[in-house]
């Protein structure tokens, strides 16, 4: 077995496996045991999760420390607490929720969907959809952003890290193939086909992690934007999506406006996406300029 000291001088695809293989050990026995118990498929997928990162935040304390030698695991992964971070990350949510509706506003107008008032109150729905969003946005920013970026940029070159990196985004959000070769060697059922119903959401997962990679790098690898851009979107998503504001219309086909009402498995998500890779170039020439 590596040491720590072996372990820190090893090439980054070694690290990676040793981080993973570790988190795999004290994960996947409860996760077992929780698919086996519960029988509400939502209910695994929120429990696993919840697991998942937890142990992972525990995990991440150690490697940080013992592999990394940094004592301040957050500032070392650039989630310190300071005012400069803090406007990043209310900056990135304002773009980010904006966008989202922005693009569902204009798909409105030209009748590709349909408004519809929601089921239950929109106030409640909106702070469901904060909570969520303010917890995936900040430790999927620390996972990918933070220590996975990290680590592949020690020992690659920029643009490879950053291709890299949004390909382990799209590839582990795009969880339908992970998730059924997880549940075939643990010898339970899975239903195949909902790996292929999800497919079109790839491209625009690969492209929302080059967004949030660059968003760290012209934010000085402070992680406040790349937060802030990610909880934006989830929110304005849950508030449409799971408040049923919108249906689709008959005019256009559904990988214009996006499959199954996922904005990134459409044409407009991933021209929206281009338009935010653009403001963030930007924002960093003028961030160089002041």
């Not at 990679?213 to 304005?236: N, T, Y």
Request: aromatic share 12%; hydrophobic share 55%.
């Amino acid at each position: 077995m590596l040491s720590p000291a072996r372990l820190d001088r090893s090439i980054a695809p070694i690290r990676l496996l040793a981080f993973v293989g570790l988190l795999a050990i004290f994960w996947l026995p409860p996760y077992a045991l929780i698919r086996i118990l519960v029988p509400d498929s939502n209910t695994v997928s929120i429990l696993a999760m919840t697991l998942l990162f937890v142990e992972f935040v525990l995990l991440l304390r150690w490697w940080t420390k013992q592999i990394c030698g940094a004592p301040n695991w957050l500032q070392h992964y650039g989630l310190q607490l300071t005012r400069s971070n803090g406007r990043l990350l209310l900056l990135g949510f304002a773009i980010g929720s904006f966008s989202l509706f922005a693009l569902f506003a204009i798909e409105l107008g030209f009748g590709w969907l349909q408004a519809q008032w929601p089921p239950v109150p929109l106030i409640r729905i909106a702070i469901e959809g904060l909570l969520v969003a303010s917890v995936f946005g900040i430790l999927e920013e620390l996972i990918f952003r933070g220590w996975l970026l990290q680590e592949l940029e020690r020992d690659y070159r920029p643009s490879i890290a950053l291709l890299a990196n949004s390909l382990i985004f799209a590839l582990l959000h795009y969880t339908k193939p992970i998730e059924g070769a997880i549940v075939s060697l643990l010898g339970l059922p899975f239903d195949w086909s909902a790996v292929l119903r999800s497919l079109p959401q790839f491209p625009g997962l690969l492209l929302l992690g080059v967004l949030l990679v660059r968003a760290k790098r012209v934010s000085g690898q402070q992680l406040g934007l790349a937060i802030g851009l990610h909880a934006g979107l989830v929110w304005g998503y849950y508030l449409v999506n799971v408040g049923e504001l919108v249906e689709d219309g008959d005019s256009v086909p559904q990988w214009v406006t996006g499959m199954n009402q996922n904005p990134l498995a459409g044409v407009m998500g991933m021209l929206a996406l281009g338009g935010l890779l653009l403001g963030v170039k930007r924002f960093g020439k003028w961030g160089d300029r002041t």
